[in-house]
């Protein structure tokens, strides 16, 4: 049985990551932040308690600023994948707190890489790099396009990328670099964009809010499904050799698009609802980001199925059922259809 280790695995790609590699028959660690309140419901349907006889899945409480709990569990783990997906991962806050950001999203990269090259240096690493670190530079973006970030968020992944590089080119470790633009679902974080917006729409239908207050609307991303991406991170991990690879769609959208998309399927009017607040605005934008999966879609036999207007329609869907009323029920039809077998659990 392959054992794995998922750094940020109460977050929206590690449940799905660990919902996957269930289902693959693997024994899933993975490492959460302790707080004064459970952060774990993203994963509570996979739970099993670790005393059970048939558990595979099990926490270790840490941090990732703490070099000494890192090395002791992966010691004690001695995990054959390790996905390293925590992180301090909103742009926005980044701006806040980029000391914390450099210091999580950074930092934390070398002390797992280090823990591991001392401990089981034949182990394979995959780091969730970020689209975001192309930055400023022309879409469409590859592996082979230029690094100009435009966020201490992405200062931070581009730190962790070329971190990644060296540990695999100096010590011959099995180490990738999972390139991945925006993926979005319902379990997306709820300050994110579009799920601010799809939890906006559901709260104005359901009579709690009169308006959605949004920044810039002209930025453009290209927006896939996360459940879809968890599967291409452990499809890298499957090859016989370590590389880095750029995971998206290929098409872009604005925030426009999809607000406007957002509201007319859910029957409301968009200028009687939203409104411009400055507050979030970044100090420095990125216009487009826009994926070229040529290497993905070759080498790992990958290609998105969801692509902008299917994943708006499940996440407001998704958003409506939680708020108590009757979805439209397209997104759930999707699902269906593309996913029959659902192995990515609940939403």
Not at 163 to 182: K, P, S, W
Not at 247 to 260: F, K, L, R, W
Request: with cysteine; aromatic share 12%; glycine share 6%.
């Amino acid at each position: 049985m392959k054992r794995a280790f998922i750094t940020g695995i109460t977050g929206q790609d590690g449940s799905y990551l660990a919902e996957f590699l269930l289902s693959k028959g693997y024994e899933v660690h993975g490492l959460v932040r302790r707080a004064s309140t459970f952060n774990t419901q993203r994963i509570d349907h996979i739970y099993i308690d670790a005393h059970e006889p048939d558990a595979r899945i099990f926490f270790h409480y840490g941090d990732l600023s703490d070099s000494e709990m890192i090395s002791h569990v992966l010691y004690n783990i001695k995990p054959d994948e390790i996905y390293h997906l925590g992180a301090q991962s909103h742009v926005r806050i980044s701006f806040d707190t980029p000391e914390y950001t450099g210091n999580i999203t950074g930092l934390a990269t070398t002390r797992i890489l280090e823990a591991a090259r001392r401990s089981n240096p034949s182990v394979k690493f995959y780091q969730a790099s970020s689209s975001e670190m192309f930055g400023h530079t022309p879409p469409p973006q590859n592996e082979d396009s230029c690094f100009w970030p435009r966020s201490p968020y992405a200062c931070a992944k581009v730190y962790s990328y070329w971190m990644t590089r060296n540990y695999r080119d100096g010590y011959n470790m099995f180490a990738c670099n999972g390139i991945l633009f925006n993926h979005e679902s319902p379990r997306r974080g709820e300050t994110f964009v579009t799920r601010k917006i799809t939890r906006g729409i559901a709260a104005i239908l359901a009579g709690k809010e009169k308006y959605l207050y949004l920044g810039n609307l002209e930025a453009k991303r290209d927006w896939g499904y996360s459940p879809e991406y968890v599967e291409c991170m452990w499809r890298i991990l499957q090859q016989d050799t370590p590389d880095d690879y750029v995971i998206g769609t290929g098409q872009t959208n604005s925030v426009q698009e999809y607000v406007d998309a957002a509201f007319s399927y859910a029957g409301l009017d968009v200028n009687e609802h939203v409104k411009i607040d400055p507050k979030y605005f970044r100090p420095t934008e990125v216009e487009a980001l826009q994926a070229d999966p040529s290497r993905s879609e070759k080498k790992l036999s990958w290609k998105a199925k969801i692509r902008f207007k299917e994943l708006m329609k499940i996440m407001v869907d998704a958003d409506m059922r939680a708020a108590g009323l009757e979805p439209v029920g397209e997104g759930d039809e999707i699902i269906r259809k593309e996913f029959p077998y659902r192995w990515w659990g609940k939403d």
